[in-house]
């Protein structure tokens, strides 16, 4: 009997709408393979909806999102966009919005070292052995949702003296919050090798005294059997281009993984090839880790791979289709192997004839996926 999902589809800005075509082209085949139809419902997310609408999260998106078994977005913004008029809309805001109107508080971010592209890192590759870790971000809480606000006139605040601007973003965090993204991380542990770094500031921010305090808590009730390091977070980005080995799951507050996550991604050797699932309450949505890149949009480069990537996880997380899901990894890997790369992670020694554009890269994808 075909099985039916629903897929709501955020293409948004940029280089957006080319990956997007290429998550169709992939699914469709796996679709084909194991007798799942996909229904299709795209919606406008970021700057594509400021255009249209003059906001970032039209309520119809939301609803769609809300109405689907799972959400693909394939990136947000651009310069057009940016202002620092805090009354213009941003697509950031449709971001932010979207994961707080689904209730997702937790982003998983996979990092794993090709073997194919281990010269890509700007790492030496023997400080890649055995590189493979997973970063659990909350993702609805901290700097990015706090109170903030921009006042004028302030006596004191102008250079000289005199009155001028003043703004402020607060980094607040409740019980519940931290031991809800700290449960996810521990459980994930227990999947993995059993070890977590528990990363935060709590030799400064009273934010991160409670994390740290809440984490403990929850780790000595439920969790002891767990490896728990704590790690200030000035520390885990240094580590993570001394040793990234060592790391196994890496959890922590919303602004420090949104860092955090984009320099272990340059492991990889591209962020073009991170992907994330971003998981709660609602509908989960997944996405690449990388931008819009405005600079080459329309070009028919852009490499879709993150891209592809989320869609192999929202096949374990949403579907349950594993075996669909280990297929598209082993095709990713099987390419990678024979030499095929998208601009952005291509070598000087890269053969010119195995340099993919965006529609070919998805073409070799699918294929491989039909032949296994």
Known sequence: MTITHRICLLPGDGIGPEITAEAVKVLRRI????????????????????DATGTALPDETLAKARAADAVLLAAIGGPKWDTTDPAKPRPEQGLLGIRKGLGLYANLRPVKIFGALRDASSLKPEFLEGVDMLIVRELTGGLYFGDRARDMGVEGAATGGGAGMRAYDTMTYSEYEIERIARIAFEAARTRRNRIHSVDKANVLESSRLWREVVHRLHEAEFSDVELIDQLVDNSAMQLVRNPAQFDVMVTENMF?????DEASMLTGSLGMLASASLGDGTALYEPSHGSAPDIAGQGIANPLAMLLSVELMLRYSFEMHAAADELANAIDGILIEGWRTRDIASADTPEDRIAGTAAMGDLVAETIAAE
């Open 31 to 50: 679709g084909a393979k194991h007798d799942v139809t996909w229904e299709f419902d795209e919606a406008l997310l970021g700057g594509a909806a400021i």
């Open 257 to 261: 993984g949104d860092i955090l996550s």
